[in-house]
T-cell receptor
């Protein structure tokens, strides 16, 4: 069965460029999460959607980061004016609902900012 | 805020050895606790979980017991296999957040023949 998919799998950007990362959750999953995983670290929460509503964006590191899920399915994480410190793996996860449903993770997008 | 501390790796063991990966946490209230595993080239997968004190989560021969008195959730396996080589992440979901996970830094396990 189809799991969570993310594209692109790898992205190289020059400092200052804008990037857009896509997440396709498991069909029917209401909740969607974005995490950032720096090299050698655990994932860190960025933001959470329930359907199209962004209920928690407390983890977004700056106003250069923006996420949307306009139709309650596919989500896009956009990073404007990328900086070297944005280099990381960006993970998307989806779940049927909130607690106690399991979060299923995608393979991630590895972003490298030169 | 919530935090998770797990032992640093890498951990290198011979096949059939006993495994322990330590995990302790800081959180208010009664969080749910998880172990995730990331095999080479794959995404994070839930390995096991426990949602209240003294619960034991288990899966694929791995076990972890939710110890509130020591705020710990140590991962154990009696006999590891080469196929267990992966990175293991301890995580918690806070009682008040109802959504986001807080992860430790991960422990790489390498099992050799």
């Amino acid at each position: 069965g189809a799991g969570v998919s993310q594209s692109p799998r790898y992205k190289v950007a020059k400092r200052g460029q804008d990037v857009a990362l896509r997440c396709d959750p498991i069909s029917g999953h209401v909740s969607l999460f974005w995490y950032q995983q720096a090299l050698g670290q655990g994932p860190e929460f960025l933001t959470y959607f329930q359907n199209e509503a962004q209920l928690d964006k407390s983890g977004l590191p700056s106003d250069r980061f923006f996420a949307e899920r306009p139709e309650g399915s596919v989500s896009t994480l956009k990073i404007q004016r990328t900086q070297q410190e944005d280099s990381a793996v960006y993970l998307c996860a989806s779940s049927l609902g909130g607690v106690p449903h399991e979060q299923f993770f995608g393979p991630g997008t590895r972003l490298t900012v030169l | 805020g919530d935090s998770v501390t797990q032992m640093e790796g890498p951990v290198t063991l011979s096949e059939e050895a006993f495994l322990t990966i330590n995990c302790t946490y800081t959180a208010t209230g009664y969080p749910s606790l998880f172990w995730y595993v990331q095999y080479p080239g794959e995404g994070l997968q839930l390995l096991l979980k426990a949602t209240k004190a003294d619960d034991k989560g288990s899966n694929k021969g791995f076990e972890a017991t939710y110890r509130k008195e020591t705020t710990s959730f140590h991962l154990e396996k009696g006999s590891v296999q080469v196929s267990d080589s992966a990175v293991y992440f301890c995580a918690l979901r806070g009682a008040g957040t109802a959504s986001k996970l807080t992860f430790g830094t991960g422990t790489r396990l390498q099992v050799t023949l």
